[in-house]
């Protein structure tokens, strides 16, 4: 897996996609708010070892929830406003993390 590939630069990227701003341009960058290895690394080993029932990891950012379940699977989310992180907005997109193991 390519350093492209990753699930947080896939999550930099589909936050992008959906704002129409470059990766780079988005402010703050993702590795402001918490780091990206770290989440990648959880990401990866609950896609290859499930965790508990109903554990699972989310967070805001930029507008986005974004949810990682115990498989792996992630979810982002356009929410109507940080403020509001508990209502969906109308966009979401999932990824699998095993599909570019």
């Known amino acids: 897996m390519g350093p492209g590939d990753s699930?947080?630069?896939r999550i930099?990227?589909?936050?992008?996609?959906?704002s129409a701003v470059d990766?780079?341009?988005l402010e703050p960058p993702l590795h402001e708010i918490l780091d990206p290895e770290a989440l990648d690394s959880l990401i990866e080993s609950m896609a290859q070892q499930p965790a508990?029932?109903?554990a699972?990891?989310?967070?805001v950012y930029r507008e986005h929830?974004?949810?990682v379940d115990g498989t792996g699977s992630v979810t982002v989310t356009a929410?109507?406003?940080?403020?509001e992180s508990?209502?969906?907005g109308s966009s979401s997109s999932e990824f699998d993390s095993e599909s570019t193991s």
């Open 12 to 18: 930099v990227q589909q936050i992008a996609d959906s």
């Open 7 to 9: 699930p947080s630069m």
């Open 86 to 88: 508990s209502v969906d």
């Open 79 to 83: 929410v109507e406003s940080a403020a």
């Open 65 to 67: 929830r974004i949810s």
């Open 23 to 25: 990766p780079l341009d």
């Open 52 to 54: 508990p029932a109903g």
């Open 56 to 59: 699972s990891l989310e967070f």
